[in-house]
């Protein structure tokens, strides 16, 4: 039917996956008024970018956003569960006739394995005819890692043999990536080095990704420049928070339907994930618990009225446990022993490493799978946990993400980080940026109008008393929202 190349389940999921993209486009004011602002002057022609970021239907009104902008796109997910299989379609048969498919290579499959997942993502980077992609738009950081290991492989002349796994060290995804790089290795020895000078650089999405990214510029090991998207404050401040506060409660009610009203619901970490889900569990009527190890955010949960305590003081009050920190070991094996019978257990941090599903799994607990991301673990006392999504994102894996007008207010960012990559790239030498403020506030003004928020505009006479541009930008690039 189609020439587009593509790896998704199923290409009869168009139709309805483009109906749901319709729709999501009259939520997502930012990416629309790109396409109106940017539609004509075509400023990612010539760009072909990679990108890594869960194949939703939000990320379908990206993708085509890009394509809109002139660049040519292929896309994977980010996570093994996140992809929403109708949306994947609709991209790949594209917008016009379902008899004619014209859309965007993706590969991604809701359920796919690790080791499949490492092949998509070097599917994308994968361009006929080129070295690679000129950009990279990545979610977690796995797009930039796979070439940055690739180059670093070549340069070694050789990729660590596999492991077993029951070796201690063994560690799916490393060996997923690995493989890939074994393959890529053996058939063409300088492809990562040639991909990455070819790449001008990557906009990366979330906390997890910026993190890896700022680690490797630090180790002097960055090939290319980055633009660090999460810190725009339109989208940490609104996906991660905003977005979290819808998706996190509807994860966990496809998930098992438990009434989360008069329970006592446990949260890791007080960032800007963790305040929208410790308040969305309590606008659902649970007493909430939060865990922080930065006195500041444990303050600030106290403030604003939360109980605070580590986890070993509280393990056996919770029914809902749910890690939002970016790090690792947040809940362990011993923990889980510990819980209440029935316990839910679910993390909306970037990685699955902050709930210990590998210790888990080698603990003796029994388990069962109830439906797809949902699985109950039986310890030797009787006694079960319930996991969802075996520890990945949950409102992705067990629901379909962010809502539409959030993922707006982030993706806006990203289109724009984009095009700065690729028509301003002399703007950002070798380093991890942000966006100015100006676009951060052009971004919010873009979904205004949609909500019926009428600005008050500064009088000249008020601008030259704050000693502020009439027309913004208002804060200092310090100022923290
Ligand atoms: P953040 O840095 O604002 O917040 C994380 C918080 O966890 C920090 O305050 C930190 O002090 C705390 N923390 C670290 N270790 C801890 C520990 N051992 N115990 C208790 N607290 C601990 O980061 P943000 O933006 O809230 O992101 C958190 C994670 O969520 C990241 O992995 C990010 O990539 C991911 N994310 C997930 C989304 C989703 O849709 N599920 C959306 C946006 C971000």
Known sequence: MTTVEHIIADLALAESGRHQIRLAEQEMPGLMALREEFGDSQPLA????????????????????????????????????????????????????????????????????????????DRILTWDGHDGPTIILDDGGDATLLVHEGVKAEKAGHVPPPLEEEDPA?????EGMRHVLRASLEQDPTRFTRMAAGIVGVSEETTTGVHRLDQMHARGELLFPAINVNDSVTKSKFDNRYGIRHSLPDGINRATDVLMGGKVAFVAGYGDVGKG???????????????????????QAAMDGYEVAR?????????????????????????????????????????????????????????????????????????????????RLLNLGNATGHPSFVMSTSFANQVLAQIELWVNLEAYPLGVHRLPKVLDEKVARSHLDALGVRLTELTEDQADYLGLPQHGPFKPDHYRY
């Open 46 to 121: 010539g760009a072909r970018i990679a990108g890594s970021l869960h194949m939703t239907t939000q990320t379908a009104v990206l993708i085509e956003t890009l394509t809109a902008l002139g660049a040519q796109v292929r896309w994977a997910s980010c996570n093994i569960f996140s992809t929403q299989d109708d949306a994947a379609a609709a991209v790949v048969v594209g917008p016009g006739t379902f008899s004619a498919p014209s859309g965007v290579p993706v590969f991604a499959v809701k359920g796919e394995t690790i080791r499949e997942y490492w092949q998509y993502t």
């Open 170 to 174: 063994y560690n799916i995804e490393v």
């Open 277 to 299: 889900a410790a308040e969305a569990l309590r606008g659902q009527g649970a007493r909430v618990i939060v865990s922080e190890v930065d006195p500041i955010c444990a303050l």
């Open 311 to 391: 986890i070993e003081d509280v393990v056996d009050r919770a029914d809902f446990f749910i890690t939002t920190t970016g790090n690792k070991d947040i809940i362990r094996v011993e923990h889980m022993a510990a819980m209440k019978d029935k316990a839910i257990v679910g993390n909306v941090g970037h990685f699955d490493n902050e709930i210990d599903m590998a210790g888990l799994a080698r603990s003796g607990a029994k388990h069962q799978p109830i439906k797809p991301q949902v699985d109950e673990w039986t310890f030797a006392d009787g006694h079960s946990v319930i996991i969802l999504s075996e520890g």
